[in-house]
């Protein structure tokens, strides 16, 4: 089980990627840079990339409507170049807040596009002339849509790579069945490894079952916040606010994804509560809706015993890659839990 971070720095980006020397000799295997309407992530990346030696890193993730195809695929192969074939393109369709009310594009059809971005990006990385008919892309432009001076062009530089892996965020049921189909890597939200089966299980078993065997065993990525000891336990709090953000405020009634999974998981009606009180603007109501046990299940804070039996479910539910947050007042205390965090997975 790989150990991975999202990259977190509220105080200060150059100093939260200084941190990264020390967590990769700890034993983190990989960084993920999110990318929603704050900086791009690609710049992150790339500077994270000059600092670093061994860590991989991944996108978590980059939106499928805001960049063409084509670009994505430069993109990732100028990140794998940087960095010395280390990068994991990370992408998702996000939501129609983002999507629409940042970036101005009309959030429509995401499996569609997701795969036929897929399709494009895996043909620019071999160097193809692109030349691509689909439902939502053409490549080149049709006569009738443009000049006609389009000519199908392909990648000038030879990447490092010819297959780049590619993460997709997806948590429906058609999402993570096309995931398990086609990607190299999964990344659920709100992961529970108790519930993963009963809710997951017959998408991915239907996409592992179309799954090109080149690609590999599909990595599943789950995130966890994690703090250890005996007295840590209010820190599961911290969750709330995001929580409430994502089952509450994430979408308009039946347009929420994250809303739908929690029911999915079994609280239909803190479903309902988080959601009416987060759209008519009270958040901390919302917040406190949100059920202690989602919170406890998808995190790995506690005792260590605790901890290990998180750990254990995670990895019979098929978990291959801990996105962690490690919960701590310093520096050093991080870099403590990422050892300690390293030691438990090597023992499990």
């Not at 999507?99 to 569609?112: K, Q």
């Not at 009963?198 to 065993?217: F, I, K, N, T, Y």
């Not at 995670?314 to 990422?338: Q, Y």
């Amino acid at each position: 089980m790989r150990i991975g971070m999202a990259l977190g720095y509220s105080g200060g980006f150059k100093e939260a990627v200084d941190e990264l020397a020390d967590f990769e000799k700890a034993g983190l295997d990989i960084v993920y840079v999110a990318e929603a309407y704050s900086f791009d992530a690609v710049s992150q990346m790339g500077y994270i990339a000059a600092k670093t030696e061994r860590l991989e890193i991944a996108s978590g993730i980059l939106p499928i409507y805001s960049r063409t195809p084509t670009l994505l695929a430069m993109t990732a192969a100028g990140l794998d170049y940087v960095s010395d074939g280390r990068f994991t393109l990370g992408i998702g369709a996000s939501g129609p807040q983002v999507i629409e009310g940042f970036h101005g594009v009309p959030y429509r059809a995401p499996l569609g596009r997701t795969r036929e971005v897929i399709d494009i990006c895996r043909q620019v990385w071999r160097r193809e002339r692109v030349q691509y008919q689909g439902r939502h892309f053409t490549l080149p432009l049709p006569l009738e849509q443009g000049t006609g001076l389009g000519k199908p062009l392909k990648l000038i530089n030879t990447p490092v790579r010819e297959r780049i892996p590619i993460m997709i965020a997806a948590i429906g049921p058609k999402n993570v069945e096309m995931t398990a189909e086609i990607a190299e890597g999964w990344e659920p939200i709100f992961y529970l490894p108790e519930k993963a089966g009963e809710v997951w299980g017959d998408s991915l078993a239907a996409g592992r079952a179309r799954r090109d065997p080149s690609l590999g065993e599909l990595d599943v990525v789950a995130q966890a916040p994690l703090a250890i000891g005996d007295d840590v336990e209010s820190y599961l709090e911290f969750g709330r606010p995001m929580a409430a953000l994502y089952i509450g405020g994430m979408g308009a009634k039946g347009r929420n994804f994250y809303n739908d999974l929690c029911r999915r998981y079994g609280w239909e009606k803190e479903a309902e509560e988080i959601q009416d009180l987060y759209l008519a603007g009270k958040k901390d109501e919302a917040a406190a809706k949100v059920p202690a046990e989602l919170l406890q299940k998808m995190s790995l804070i506690g005792p260590e015993g605790h901890v290990r039996e998180r750990l254990a479910a995670m990895k019979e539910s098929g978990v291959t890659t801990l996105n962690i947050n490690p919960i701590a007042g310093d520096h050093k205390g991080r870099l403590a839990l990422i050892e300690k965090i390293r030691e438990l997975v090597a023992d499990a």
